[in-house]
């Protein structure tokens, strides 16, 4: 069953008066769930701004976009509150979606230990490295039990022990129902996915593995 699916997206952005420059032109894709799909391309190339529009956090100028349950997305700047704990941090998207306080805060602890910051939990965004600020990104995207996450070059400012740490938690999401689409620019990153696609000049292609 397919739990994203996206027809003909299409996206152009207003320079100046009329002119407008179309950034995708026509973008098909679907997910099933449990899925791992990597989206490749060079910079500039549209990547987090179809990211961005499969999470509903931008709206496609023309295009069907149909997603199943809930999402995760682990942003490629992390995005975390700087006045809260990692804790607090990972509890805010409970918080929006009025789960259960207590099994909440539970979850949050689980995965918290799981990507080996148990001991940080008090510890403000500030007091973390890169790569403990992309696991607590991680535990935030994972704690509302998402069915597909959505991840934004999520080793793109990591180094390279670090970035194959996070690929390792990624490649073993613990519920494996859970699907994933990461766009990135690295080969590294995209030999952990199902399928690979890439995105030149606003249109998608599959790429052979």
Not at 6 to 31: C, H, M, N, Y
Not at 75 to 90: C, D, I, K, S
Not at 91 to 114: G, H, I, Q
Request: one cysteine or more; a neutral charge.
């Amino acid at each position: 069953m397919d739990v994203l699916r996206a027809d003909d997206i299409r996206k152009s952005f207003k320079i100046s008066g009329k002119v407008s420059l179309e950034v995708l032109k026509g973008v098909s894709l679907s997910v099933a769930s449990g899925e791992k799909v990597a989206i490749l391309g060079r910079s500039g190339s549209g990547k987090s701004t179809l990211l961005h529009i499969l999470g509903g956090l931008l709206k496609a100028s023309s295009g069907q976009l149909a997603v199943s349950g809930n999402v995760g997305f682990v942003f490629q700047a992390y995005h975390l509150m700087p006045e809260l704990t990692v804790l607090e941090n990972v509890l805010l998207p409970t918080m929006a979606r009025r789960m259960c306080k207590a099994s909440a805060r539970a979850n949050a602890l689980r995965l918290l230990k799981e990507v080996g910051l148990a001991e940080r939990l008090e510890h403000l965004p500030g007091e973390l490295s890169g790569g403990e600020r992309q696991r607590v990104a991680i535990a935030r995207a994972l704690v509302t039990n998402p069915d597909i996450v959505l991840a934004d070059e999520p080793t793109g400012n990591l180094d390279v022990m670090t970035g194959s740490g996070i690929l390792g938690m990624l490649s073993t999401l613990k519920d494996a129902s859970c699907a994933l689409v990461m766009v990135t620019h690295s080969q590294d990153a995209a030999n952990i996915c199902d399928r690979t696609f890439v995105l030149e000049d606003g249109v998608l292609r599959a790429k052979e593995q």
